[in-house]
């Protein structure tokens, strides 16, 4: 199968991440467009792609199949919208919007231009987080009774122009790092009853909260923050637990424990998995993924947005 070829907007560290592993597989960086000149011709050299300084010129291509969005949060919704109608299927970074508003624009002019349109976050894919909702919905650890997640990255430690502490780019804890929790347990149960959330706010920004989505019959406890290291997972049931000793950075285990013994399952959480599926999607004639419905994608910037309603969190360019 010849090799599916993408256009990158964006050319920072989630762009390289990106490259890096699925250059090595069935796929090439055909075209690269950013803001900075400069950095796009230094991408374009390394992964073999053209730099361009203009969009259209960049997407507008023919040997272009899909094109992937790896810019700040707060350009998202423009760069999707665009490519969408120039005819493009587009694989955006998460989050895909910064409000649910923005979310229901991409996906409404998914449908209008019958183009595909998917989020890209790598937990919806990964093996390892789909082996933990069979497990949960086989019944295998009985009725779900807590949920604790962690997790946490030293954000703070970050250069203070960076684009998660600056509020301009919607930074913050929440939608950089709670979006993980938030979507896995949403994978999971689906829609909360109710949503508690207490965060603490600094420079314009969320560093840190404790968010808790209320199912019926038990809680899901997620504490985030941009203030330390520290993820894992533990579900708890009536006839059992699992547990993710490592909850996101590239996740390669998960562990049932129950009344038959102990169960590990080791599998991957990388990007080259969710760019083949995604390739596969397009080239299938899907306009929605399966493995991200858009009411998924919706449904957890709504979580967000609560989250942001009771923190009091609005950016600046939301006054």
């Not at 955006?92 to 231009?113: F, L, N, R, W």
Request: glycine share 8%; proline share 3%.
């Amino acid at each position: 199968m010849e090799k599916f070829r993408w256009a990158y907007i964006g050319s920072g560290g989630i762009a390289h991440s990106t490259a890096r592993e699925i250059t090595r597989g069935n796929h090439e960086i055909v075209s690269v467009y950013s803001r900075n000149m400069q950095k796009a011709e230094s991408f374009a050299q390394k992964y073999g792609a053209k730099a361009f300084a203009d969009f259209e010129e960049a997407v507008c291509r023919e040997d272009v199949d899909g094109v992937y969005i790896a810019t700040p949060h707060t350009s998202h919704l423009e760069y999707s919208l665009r490519a969408m109608r120039a005819g493009k299927a587009v694989l955006c970074e998460k989050p895909v919007g910064v409000s649910v508003s923005e979310v229901v624009q991409m996906t409404d002019t998914a449908k209008e231009t019958d183009t595909y349109f998917c989020e890209a976050m790598w937990t919806w894919f990964s093996d390892v987080a789909l082996t933990v909702r069979k497990w949960v919905a086989e019944g295998r650890i009985g009725e779900i009774k807590d949920v604790t997640i962690n997790y946490s990255f030293p954000g703070i430690f970050m250069p203070k122009t960076s684009r998660v502490l600056t509020p301009e780019t919607a930074g913050g804890s929440l939608l950089d790092v709670g979006i993980y929790p938030i979507t896995y347990c949403y994978n999971l149960f689906g829609v909360p009853e109710r949503i508690e959330c207490r965060g603490i706010l600094r420079k314009g920004i969320d560093i840190g909260e404790r968010v808790i989505l209320c199912y019926k019959g038990f809680k899901c406890k997620l504490n985030i923050s941009l203030l330390c290291v520290k993820e894992n997972c533990t579900i708890k049931g009536t006839k059992g637990k699992i547990t993710l000793p490592v909850f996101f950075h590239m996740a390669s285990r998960a562990i049932l424990s129950n009344g038959d013994g102990k169960e590990i399952y080791k599998g991957k959480t990388d990007y080259i998995t969710q760019f083949d599926a995604v390739a596969n999607e397009i080239r299938q004639g899907r306009k929605e993924s399966a493995y991200i419905p858009f009411e998924a994608t919706a449904e957890c910037m709504k979580i967000m947005d609560e989250c942001r309603r009771q923190m009091g969190l609005v950016y600046p360019f939301e006054k």
